[in-house]
């Protein structure tokens, strides 16, 4: 039997501490698609659709495909922006009713003027318009926040098990699995979930929560559970339920996701000490640098509070301004986000030598900008990384070197680009011409994402409690909407 289904994606990852607002044209630059015309660079948040398409397609299903959009990390993304796309994708959806299913790729953590859980207020517009009886399922990031309209609005959220993001791809068949068995054979979903009560960022890359991913795969493999989430949250969006959760998808057993939930999410309340990542100071992780033997793999170190993934501006100088004040040398610093010196340096061309003001530009967080006297080391035009199984842009990159032009073991080179992004694999310093495994330190801007690329070439991944609006402070981070008690602001938030 032929099915009809509907599928489309909105989102955003909201850092309310951001001086970049999300507008229209951010949503742009980043991606709008629409009529599933993705073309030949598809990012992270279209590959679900074009997966849910050839899934549908070879089983003869009819597929409409209403708009896709979502933006870089960056402020709140106002209300005239949400209210646009919102009410885009509902049209397409009126347009292509009747449908026997909805598939929406989400981000989770979009907060919008006058809608702090966005998309769990698109969630119930869908809802609305498609009746209580017709399938609603939607996949998003970990990183979101699952809501209590997220939950009574869908019949199945599937987020992402791992962090860095690899298995998108993966995650968007483990849902359509379960649209399938819902349209085919009358599957009847029920969902609870468990509050954890937590703050904070957990890599999936480290024990022993990597191993609680792989439990939560075994788990699935039981006959009645559907699907495990582990929702970490996103810790600098100003909404009121925010935090760590749990989810679990059980065929038609509300008691048994229920149960579930709550033991899975006890072991990660335990644990919590042991599953959030291990930040070094600033300092003590560039005094490492000088221990590192010649002809080693690089010491790789994360900005981390500096990361366009979690919506800061990716221009920060104070790794650069403590290096420089330290003279340390050896090191290479990528991408930092500043389109005028990207500019300049593309003007003045390959070989110059030239007085540059770099980064500092987007207000306190970013730091001051710096007057540096820069050698033009490489330039690259509409330069790209990978990213799990996407491409990401870098935009134009140049390659600029504080030091001796000739003496890799001295100077300290970055890689400047013209659109925001984080650093996801060490071609975020190959492009420009530079080889990463010649340096004894990389400087990473991104807080996780990286790890999948770099891990192979590091000698040691260090996590830097760096300076900005992405800070690790967690119990610091101010939530002028949040009502609830969470750790580590609260040592106990349980009581």
Same mark, same amino acid.
């Given at each position: 039997m032929s099915h009809r289904i509907f599928t489309a994606c909105l989102g955003t990852e909201t850092n309310s501490l951001s001086p970049i607002p999300t507008g229209l044209d951010l949503f742009s630059r980043t991606m709008m698609v629409r009529n599933g015309e993705f073309g030949e660079r598809v990012s992270l948040f279209g590959l679900p659709l074009i997966t849910w398409r050839e899934r549908a397609d070879a089983? #003869?299903?009819?597929?409409?495909?209403?708009?896709a959009a979502f933006a870089t990390p960056a402020g709140d993304t106002t209300r005239a922006a949400y209210e646009a796309l919102r009410d885009e994708i509902l049209a397409d959806l009126e347009k292509a009713m009747p449908v026997d299913a909805v598939l929406l790729n989400l981000h989770g953590a979009m907060v919008a003027e006058g809608y702090p859980d966005a998309e769990g207020d698109l969630l119930s517009c869908v809802r609305q318009l498609i009746g209580d009886d017709i399938p609603l399922l939607a996949e998003a990031d970990l990183h979101g926040h699952?809501?209590?309209?997220?939950?009574?609005? %869908? =019949? !199945?959220?599937?987020?992402?098990? +791992?962090?860095? @993001?690899? =298995?998108?791809? +993966?995650?968007?068949? +483990?849902?359509? =699995?379960?649209a399938e068995r819902m349209l085919v054979d009358g599957l009847k979903p029920r969902m609870a979930m468990h509050d954890c009560r937590m703050l904070g960022i957990f890599p999936t890359t480290r024990e022993p929560l990597q191993s609680f991913v792989t439990g939560m795969k075994q788990l699935e493999q039981q006959p009645d559970i559907l699907s495990v989430s582990l929702v970490h949250g996103f810790p600098w969006s100003n909404t009121p339920e925010i935090g760590t959760r749990v989810l679990v998808v059980t065929d038609n057993n509300t008691e048994l996701a229920r149960s579930t939930a709550t033991e899975l999410g006890d072991w990660v309340w335990q644990n919590r000490q042991r599953i959030i990542a291990p930040f070094v100071s600033m300092d003590e992780a560039l005094e490492k640098i000088a221990h590192v033997s010649a002809g080693s793999k690089p010491l790789v170190l994360a900005d981390t509070a500096d990361n366009t993934?979690? #919506?800061? %501006?990716?221009?920060?100088?104070? *790794?650069?301004?403590?290096?420089? +004040?330290?003279?340390?040398?050896? !090191?290479?610093?990528? $991408?930092?986000?500043?389109? *005028?010196? !990207?500019?300049?340096a593309f003007d003045a061309g390959l070989g110059a030598r030239l007085s540059?003001?770099?980064?500092?530009?987007?207000? $306190?967080a970013s730091g001051n900008p710096l007057d540096l006297t820069v050698t033009v080391m490489g330039l690259t035009r509409d330069a790209?990384?990978?990213? #799990?199984?996407?491409?990401?842009?870098? #935009? =134009?990159?140049?390659? !600029?070197?504080?030091?001796? $032009? @000739?003496?890799?073991?001295? %100077?300290?080179?970055?890689?400047l680009n013209s659109q925001r992004v984080q650093a996801f694999d060490p071609a975020c310093f190959s492009v420009a011409g530079l080889d990463p495994l010649t340096r004894r330190a990389l400087v990473v801007k991104s807080t996780q994402h990286f790890h999948a690329g770099f891990a192979p070439v590091a000698s040691e991944i260090i996590y830097m409690a760096t300076p900005g609006c992405g800070s690790m402070d967690f119990a610091g981070i101010e939530h002028p909407l949040l009502t609830a008690k969470l750790w580590p602001a609260v040592d106990d938030p349980h009581r």
């Open positions: 089983l #003869g299903w009819q597929v409409f495909q209403g708009l699952m809501t209590q309209a997220k939950l009574d609005a %869908a =019949d !199945v959220l599937v987020y992402f098990k +791992e962090y860095p @993001h690899i =298995d998108a791809v +993966e995650r968007a068949n +483990e849902l359509f =699995d379960i993934g979690i #919506g800061a %501006a990716g221009d920060s100088t104070f *790794v650069l301004a403590s290096l420089i +004040e330290k003279s340390i040398g050896g !090191v290479a610093i990528s $991408p930092l986000w500043d389109p *005028v010196a !990207v500019s300049v540059m003001r770099i980064g500092g530009k987007l207000g $306190p790209e990384q990978p990213f #799990g199984g996407s491409r990401a842009p870098l #935009g =134009d990159v140049a390659w !600029v070197r504080i030091g001796d $032009p @000739h003496n890799d073991d001295t %100077a300290i080179d970055i890689i």
